[in-house]
Structure formats: C-alpha cells, structure tokens
C-alpha cells in the first residue's frame, strides 16, 4: 500500500466501548482545518468521511458519525503582567467516530476492531470513578489517584489534546469524594493546573516556589485566613515544606527527611564532578544505549 503524507487533524479525547470522540486541530481558533488531496480542499470533519486513527501499534479506520460544537476560551494573545489576561470564547468543533475496521503492519484493511486506542490518563481516572461507582463497599475501599507532573495532563488552558484526561479528573475532584474517590496532585508549575480541580483540594503541600505567578495563584485557593503565609514559600530550604489545610491543626512548617539512596532526580554536584570526575567518555556506548533506548 502507497504510504501518503500524515496530516493530523485532531486528538482522541474519549473512548467509550464503540464510540470514539475527537477534538479537530484548528488552522486558527473556531475554524476547522482543510487538507489538501490531489488539488481540492477538503473541510475536514464531514459527516460520513473517514479517517485513521493511530497509538502506538493501533491503527483503525473510522468513520465521522456526528459533529457538534463547544464552547471554550481562547489563549490570550497579549498578558499583562500582575492582570488577568482576557479569555474569549470560541467554538470547538468535535468529532464522533465509529471505527469500521483497522490496519494490519502491512497495509491492508480488516474488517473489525481488535485493539482500540485510550487516552491514558483520561481511562484511569474515568474507570476509578465508575469502579468505586458501582463498588457497593466503596467507603471500606477508597482509591487515591496520585497525578505526577499534573501540569502536563491537566492542565488550566483549553487544549484539545488533553481534554480528556482534564474532563476525567475534573469529574473526580468534583464528585470522587462521595464515592471514595481521591486525587492527589504533583507539580512545580500549579499555575498551569486546572483551577477547578485545585480548587477541590483539601490540603496543600508547599515546597520553595518563587516564582510569582505560582505564588499569586497558590494564594486564591487556599482559605483566605492562610493566604498571607504563602510569602513564607520563597524562603524554604531544600526539603522544607509548608502545609495547609484540612490535614493539620494549623499552618505547619516541616521537614522532610532525606531519602538513602538519594533518587536519580537529585541535584548534580556541578563543581565536584567538573573537579574530580571522569577525564573521558565512550561516547560511542552512549550513542548505542541512545539507539537503543536503554540506559
């Protein structure tokens, strides 16, 4: 089978059993893309065109079934520090889509789906929400979701490729505590987190944060009585935290002990291993590990 040029035109945001739903790519905010086949423009999004849908070794052919429109903002384009920047809305279309059939390695088509994509965070944050749903003993078997690098997949701005996951943890941190459903949220940039799922957040925390941003937008979520303490986050030490909220009596500031081993993640001593380190490398085993992903 000739192999023709991708062009991607949208991310997955739910898989649901048979229906999969899609954010389109926009050339410019609330206009759909076109591609370009042979010399005609085509809109893309019809109803009753189809389209591949590829995730690591998934590759189906699926069919638009029904397209809609949502609301979101756009990015500002122009912030003014310490101001708000104005958001404006626009219509995000969305795509629904029944696979068909999918690709084998070689090219051909086959009727049926054997393997389906996911959204990663987006399924494992909706199945533990419907598991403990419909756990009867839910209050004697709560789930914490711990969220690493929360920044990255959910975020605060309106991306397509991750509205999804966003949705799903949205969803808990709203309604995840009546059923014994808990999200715990890891990041150095929580300005960049949703505010909604933030917001949902009993206790905070706080290691060093100096950047200002984080610290204004730390100081909105927490209770108005605490708010003032947030100045304290610039002057902590490595390994020192402050934490607020439901988990203590009162603002409490803490150390943590070193962890032995230290992890991989730990600061480099630049001016000792510049000092004592090694004189040279086998740069050609790195290349090696490189090629092969391993390390």
Known sequence: MEDHARTVIGHIVD???????????????????TVTIGDEDILVGRIGSYVAIRQNAVHIIAMVTRMTEQEALAVPTIETPGDQSACLPFAKRLAFLTPIGSMDPEGHFERGVGQYPTTGAAQIGRLAFEFNYWNPKYREFPILLMCEEAHAYIPRASESQFAGSRKSMERIAKEGRKYGVGLGIVSQRPHEVSETVLAQCGTFICLRITNPDDQAYIRRLVPESEGDLVSVLAGLGRGEALVLGEAVPLPTRMQFDRPSPAPNSDDIDFYNKWKDGPDDLDVDEIVKRWRRQER
């Open 15 to 33: 898989v649901q059993g048979n229906a999969i739903t899609a954010t389109l790519v926009e050339d410019e905010q609330g206009y759909a893309p």
